[in-house]
């Protein structure tokens, strides 16, 4: 069925490093695919989002990457800072306006 | 603050109560989805509204639950008696209808609902 998940459910990472989490969905149809951030206790956050026409699309410290060919999403974080830390989810749209999320990845940011 | 706003944050009942969560989207969003989470896991798709036609209802979504959107702008999710695989965090979010320059939902910050 389609399913969206990741690849490392904990990541660790020195501050001041890059960090790039990895994302597998299976529904070739999708045609749009967002990263959240959900802190504990809090609702998820919107990171960034990339179409499906796209491959790479830059907001502030963060990239968001697609690969159509294998179905592959990643989100890398530039000089990765504490606030960071957090749980990140991504999804993807099949249809209007269903999302599919994957089961998150743990980034903790090591001082 | 104009984002998605969810009350209670906490609901504590114990097994057989009814529950009610609201969510107030922001205000010029027409879409509104509600969505529920447990521990580890991403959110899954439980319903959502366009205005105030409720357009889809997940198979997660028993007939012990129902959602209302009555004037096309707050929601409702009720939980009628409630069981401990109840407990979870039910999110809101919302969006502007398809057409829009964005597809974008935006989450409230949940209820975090605990069944004894």
Redesign the interface.
């Known amino acids: 069925g389609e399913s969206v998940g990741l690849h490392l459910p904990t990541l660790s990472v020195q501050e001041g490093d890059n960090s790039i989490i990895n994302c597998a969905y299976s529904n070739s149809a999708s045609d749009y695919f967002i990263w959240y951030k959900q802190e504990s206790g809090k609702g998820p956050q919107f990171i960034i989002d990339i179409r499906s026409n796209m491959d790479k699309r830059q907001g502030q410290r963060v990239t968001v990457l697609l690969n159509k060919t294998v179905k592959h999403l990643s989100l890398q974080i530039a000089a990765t800072q504490p606030g960071d830390s957090a749980v990140y989810f991504c999804a993807e749209m099949t249809g209007t306006y269903k999302y599919i999320f994957g089961t998150g990845t743990r980034l903790k940011v090591l001082a | 603050d104009t984002g ?1 706003s ?1 009350n209670p944050r906490h609901k504590i009942t114990k097994r057989g109560q009814n529950v009610t969560f609201r969510c107030d989207p922001i205000s010029e969003h027409n ?1 509104l ?1 509600w969505y529920r989470q447990t521990l ?6 439980l319903t ?1 509204f366009q205005n105030e036609a409720q357009l ?1 209802k997940s198979r997660l979504l028993s007939d012990r639950f129902s959602a209302e959107r009555p004037k096309g702008s707050f929601s409702t999710l009720e939980i009628q008696r409630t069981e401990q695989g109840d407990s979870a965090m039910y ?1 809101c979010a919302s ?1 502007l209808k ?1 057409g829009e320059p ?9 209820t ?1 609902l605990t069944v004894l």
């Open positions: 998605v969810q879409r989805y580890g896991q991403g959110p899954e798709f959502y889809e999110l969006s398809a964005t597809d974008t939902q935006y989450f409230g910050p949940g975090r």
